[in-house]
């Protein structure tokens, strides 16, 4: 079993739709969870952190379920510069810290 | 410059080639990382310094020799490499090593021939 899952995709939506992006983690003491866009032929960026609680910023809204050991990250009114690799990553404080990432879900917004 | 560099973009070698990728960040952070990235799979730790000392090296095969001069410096070292290790080489900086945000360089793109 991957140690992080997500949907591959690609997600092909209109400009103004709301997309969900879900994660799957393996490792129950996973310590900390990210979001990370990448673009095409760019580097990966950190797009939110994600907490216990949930947490918003703008149109990005992520939520953590530890007992179900699952990451959401929905984007509402999506634009066209939303296109990108969203990328699951979680660390583990056994494993030092460090990012363990998914394999990426692509997103495609057409006009 | 700002960030994390890296150098060269693009890199064509032949199998026989030794070559160098070189990573400089400028954000101050206390370590550094490669990591590979091959088309539609996840990225994968290669190496990780801090306060420039190798903690970790994931089973890397001794054709990729890192080094790490300073704690604003990381290179990968190429040497007798395989067309499968054709892929996108990321270099990242953390303040700490323990879970927080990594800022990426934006990667050599490798192609072996």
């Known amino acids: 079993r991957k140690e992080v899952e997500q949907d591959p995709g690609p997600f092909n939506v209109p400009e103004g739709a709301t997309v969900a992006f879900n994660c799957t983690y393996s490792?129950?003491?996973?310590?900390?969870f990210f979001w990370y866009r990448q673009d095409c032929r760019k580097e990966p960026k950190l797009l939110m952190s994600?907490?216990?609680s949930g947490n918003e910023d703008g149109r990005f809204t992520a939520q953590l379920n530890r007992a179900s050991q699952y990451i959401s990250l929905l984007i509402r009114d999506s634009k066209l510069s939303d296109s990108a690799t969203y990328l699951c990553?979680?660390?583990?404080?056994?494993?030092?810290?460090?990012?363990?990432f998914g394999q990426g879900t692509e997103l495609s917004v057409k006009p | 410059e700002t960030g994390v560099t890296q150098t060269p973009r693009h890199l064509v070698m032949g199998m026989t080639n030794k070559k160098s990728l070189k990573c400089e960040q400028h954000?101050?952070?206390?370590?550094m990382y490669w990591y590979k990235q091959s088309a539609k799979k996840p990225l994968e730790l290669m190496f990780v310094?801090?306060?420039?000392?190798?903690?970790e090296n994931n089973s890397v095969p001794s054709r990729f020799s890192p080094e790490c001069p300073n704690s604003s410096h990381l290179f990968l070292h190429l040497h007798t490499l395989q067309p499968e290790d054709s892929a996108l080489y990321l270099c990242?900086?953390?303040?700490?090593?323990?879970?927080?945000?990594?800022?990426f360089g934006p990667g050599t793109r490798l192609t072996v021939t």
């Open positions: 994600v907490y216990s």
């Open positions: 954000l101050g952070h206390n370590a």
């Open positions: 990553v979680v660390t583990q404080y056994n494993q030092g810290g460090k990012l363990i």
């Open positions: 490792n129950s003491a996973s310590q900390s």
């Open positions: 990242a900086s953390s303040q700490e090593r323990q879970g927080i945000e990594q800022y």
């Open positions: 310094y801090s306060l420039e000392e190798r903690v």
